[in-house]
Antibody
Framework: EVQLLESGGGLVQPGGSLRLSCAVS????????MSWVRQAPGKGLEWVSV????????YYADSVKGRFTISRDNSKNTLFLQMNSLRAEDTAVYYC????????????????WGQGTMVTVSS | EIVLTQSPGTLSLSPGERATLSCRAS???????LAWYQQKVGQAPRLLIY???SRATAVPDRFSGSGSGTDFTLSISRLEPEDFAVYYC??????????FGQGTKVEIK
């Protein structure tokens, strides 16, 4: 069964750090670009970051650039999001998602989603 | 940055009726790189349509996407009880990840 399982969310003070993980099962992580998408309480979806299949190419939304780092360990089928200098506006459910396509041609529509992990930034 | 505007904000319909949702882009989309997602309360989004008109795996054929350039439509031919949800469009041609619309809620009338 194809599954993405996020973990690592929680309550953190402004300026603090968290590291999110996404355990992948049911498909070879190394063949696919992966992304993080977030949703603030009661709000819409916001793309956060994407990483290419090999990990060499990474992209970020302007709102998190310089503070968040996406990475992957294909040998452990795990995706990560290191979040530093957290702000109240980073409060959201963070979803791990799989991009369509494969290692040769990435389609940045997201066909597999995890259940999400909640990050709350508050003092 | 390409901005997507979805309309209406809320659509009140009865089961069995046809739903028509609109997504308008501030610039023409490369290769019609437009996706639609469905999100039910308390659940993660689900991909319905990509490439403006291609249905994702296991999506019922009552869902269809159309449009090109800047104007796109998601149609649900006959609403089933499980179709009442929030729908988002996403453009993914201008940059990796792209941008999402603000969503249209389809509610039971």
């Amino acid at each position: 069964e194809v599954q993405l399982l996020e973990s690592g969310g929680g309550l953190v003070q402004p300026g603090g750090s968290l590291r999110l993980s996404c355990a992948v099962s049911g498909f070879p992580l190394r063949n696919h670009a992966m992304s993080w998408v977030r949703q603030a309480p009661g709000k819409g979806l916001e793309w956060v970051s994407v990483i290419g299949p090999g990990g060499g190419a990474t992209y970020y939304a302007d709102s998190v650039k310089g503070r968040f780092t996406i990475s992957r360990d294909n040998s452990k089928n795990t995706l990560f999001l290191q979040m530093n200098s957290l702000r109240a506006e980073d409060t959201a459910v963070y979803y791990c998602t799989k991009a369509m396509g494969d290692i040769n041609y990435v389609i940045f529509a997201f066909d597999i989603w995890g259940q999400g992990t909640m990050v709350t930034v508050s003092s | 940055e390409i901005v997507l505007t979805q309309s209406p904000g809320t659509l009140s319909l009865s089961p069995g009726e046809r739903a028509t949702l609109s997504c308008r882009a501030s610039q023409s989309l490369t290769n019609n790189y437009l996706a639609w997602y469905q999100q039910k309360v308390g659940q993660a989004p689900r991909l319905l349509i990509y490439g403006a008109s291609s249905r994702a795996t296991a999506v019922p054929d009552r869902f269809s996407g159309s449009g090109s350039g800047t104007d796109f439509t998601l149609s649900i031919s006959r609403l089933e009880p499980e179709d009442f949800a929030v729908y988002y469009c996403q453009q993914y041609g201008s940059s990796p990840g792209g941008t999402f619309g603000q969503g249209t809620k389809v509610e039971i009338k």
